[in-house]
């Protein structure tokens, strides 16, 4: 599925600062009914959202309208667990187009780069200045250039590189999927498959 | 020669090509799919209008979200209804094998795929969900894959993967008695963490995986998953050729004995690096069990739950959220504490000898009263030994309910919930907050522990019953 090219990304933050959020959290299972793609936001962190009864939270950041923004800014281990791509689904469908965090289970990185969510992996340091900054003032915009493979606290300027591999790098400047990718080369594909 | 490990010989062997500075293209012999994970791959096939391309190579069968009773009759849940629908009408439009509810073979993916000898050492398999790392047992690459990567390979039977870097944990020397794979696994991911294998690929060596059955190592290799890591094997040897002998799709007469040959080559060079490893000893492991709410906060039954001395900032607060959520204070005893419900079952704890030794355990005695017990057979062959062996009887008079096969309460997409604040032992892979149904309390544990558990009615070690 094609999506929303990504250049460079200027937002508000929210903040969510719990470490080893897994795609359960992100997106309780018992929502992954669905046969279709859509719809998948509404349920975003649904636990911590809401109460057994549907009423929101109210300490969750979430239901709190001092914060909103496309950038979502994770504690360390974000997305462990459950393969589910829904857990992505439900981040891009709820208005997320990047994700910062210390560190990032493999198989979500994964995933957000396929869907087009932006993973950013930043150091702990850089972390703990976004996290201050973000609560000291909810309007603290963050800028994220995939190009130059920066991301940048605006309010202070201080700015530090991330890593992207130069085929991902592309694909999400174009808005491309891996499969048109493999669909271009199916030859090749079918020649080695011979073998196997 | 270059020394290579057993994974890397199996991954070289699968790149089709590789990206200049990006990933390979990475062939994959089998693929499994389930309900859940499989239909908006689907969807976007079609959508594209492309085909299926090498059907034969897809293996499917309803597992998670199915109901557990009742299963001869149309499922209640309308969603749920609908996802296994979808499934039948794809697999039967793109000609993909089903092992559908009620017939021989309906089961967990993870548990029918080595039952069917589909699961072959030196094989790269994926399915869209993270514990197809249980395949690695038999030395083959597997690992989870997401919805977008399953439209891949229906669609070119290709992913683009960069190799992960390559962990080798080795375990020598004996088990102590009432020591299971279970406890090695949950000890293991104690030491290195819940993250602490992420960006890796795990080797599993050294005597004490040696000595283990196909079915325990399947256990240890599924929960590789529960430290980050994206997959884990252990190199095929002899336990591995006698499980796959004379399975249905494994390969029958010379074949048989030309795949042995180069099954028996599956093994890591003297001398080939690995990126980090990790040694431990056999005699230090104990029954285990987790308190908390990751697979990595696990201890010795006989240890006290830790404190958060040390902890500082967000780990602190981790940490106590975590207890906050499990009704535990820190630097208390687990032991002893008092459980509502036991769960046998998933793809970790599902297969026959699972059930054997709970069987074995509960002969003769009754759960406590306070305990309501599930087991869950992982597939419909299960389930026919357990009855052949006299399991269920045995299990039926220690009062325990046997569902029929599925997924169940491992995540609790069907009615099979938890209810909250209630706390479960569970010899399944993952404690996570409302994992087993909002609220539900998880405490992992092995099949021996879990029975232990519910025969007691409250937190025990199996040695001590
Ligand atoms: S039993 Fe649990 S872990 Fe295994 S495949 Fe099913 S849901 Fe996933």
Known sequence: ?196 | MEKKTLFDKIWDAHVVKSVPAGPDVFFIDKHFIHEVTSPVAFLNLEKRGVSVLYPERTVATPDHNVPTVDQDKTIKDKLSRMQVEKLRENCKKYDIELHDLGTDHHGIVHVIGPELGITQPGMTIVCGDSHTSTHGAFGAIAFGIGTSEVEMVLATQCIMQSKPKKMRITVDGELGQGVTSKDIILYIISKITAAGATGYFVEYAGSAFRNLSMEARMTVCNMSIEMGARGGLIAPDQTTFDYLKGKRYAPKGEAWDRAVAEWTALQTDEGAVFEKEYNFDAADIEPMITYGTNPGMGIKIKDLIPTDEGLEGSNKKSFLKSLDYMGFAPGEAIKGKVVDYVFVGSCTNGRIEDIRAVANFVKGKKKADNITAWIVPGSREVEKLASEEGLVQILEEAGFQLRQPGCSACLAMNDDKIPSGKYAVSTSNRNFEGRQGPGARTLLASPLTVAAVAVTGKITDPREV
Not at chain 1, 50 to 64: I, R
Not at chain 1, 74 to 94: I, M, Q, T
Not at chain 1, 166 to 183: E, T, V
Request: charged share 25%; hydrophobic share 35%.
């Open chain 1, 1 to 196: 599925m094609a999506y929303d090219k990504f250049n460079v990304l200027t937002s508000t933050v929210v903040p969510l600062p719990a470490e080893n959020v897994d795609t359960d959290q992100i997106i309780p299972a018992r929502f992954l009914k669905a046969t279709e793609r859509e719809g998948f936001g509404d349920n975003l962190f649904r636990d911590w959202r809401y109460d057994v009864e549907g009423n929101p939270k109210k300490d969750f950041v979430l239901n709190d309208s001092t914060y909103n923004g496309k950038i979502l800014l994770a504690g360390k281990n974000f997305g462990s667990g459950s393969s589910r791509e829904h857990a992505v689904w439900a981040l891009y469908d709820y208005g997320f187009r990047c994700v910062v965090s210390s560190f990032f289970a493999d198989i979500f990185k994964n995933n957000c780069l396929n869907i087009g969510v932006l993973p950013v992996t930043i150091s702990p340091e850089f972390a703990e200045v976004l996290f201050e900054a973000v609560e000291s003032d909810p309007k603290t915009e963050i800028e994220v250039d995939i190009d130059k493979q920066t991301i940048t606290l605006l309010s202070s300027g201080q700015s530090e590189s991330f890593d992207i591999n130069a085929y991902k790098k592309q694909n999400m400047k174009n808005g491309f999927d891996d499969i048109d990718y493999l669909l271009n080369i199916k030859s090749d594909i079918t020649e080695f498959a011979k073998s196997r």
